[in-house]
Nanobody, 116 residues
């Protein structure tokens, strides 16, 4: 059974930082694209950042470039999202995603709230 377990969300003031972590399990993810998405109230889910587990190639949404960094921790087998200079517009539920061909998995989401 595939599981993506997120952690690290919370409440932070504008300008602060948070680090999210996604722990995938249930299969080998070396061929997968791992990503972080977010969904704010009344808005569609959007891609925030993603990387290829095997090669480490990264991609970011324009709105988070220079502030967020996605990385993998091979020792912990996690995909992390370091979020700096957080703004109220970053408030959303953040979801971990693993995608490969017809396989597409989601975590349960973790709330990030940025107060002004």
């Amino acid at each position: 059974q595939v599981q993506l377990v997120e952690s690290g969300g919370g409440l932070v003031q504008a300008g602060g930082s948070l680090r999210l972590s996604c722990a995938p399990s249930g299969r080998t993810f070396t061929a997968y694209i791992m990503g972080w998405y977010r969904q704010a109230p009344g808005k569609e889910r959007e891609m925030v950042a993603r990387l290829s587990w095997s090669g480490g190639t990264t991609m970011y949404a324009e709105s988070v470039k220079g502030r967020f960094a996605i990385s993998k921790d091979n020792a912990k087998n996690t995909v992390d999202l370091q979020m700096n200079s957080l703004q109220p517009d970053d408030t959303a539920i953040y979801y971990c995603n693993a995608r490969h061909r017809e396989f597409n998995y989601w975590g349960q989401g973790t709330q990030v709230t940025v107060s002004s």
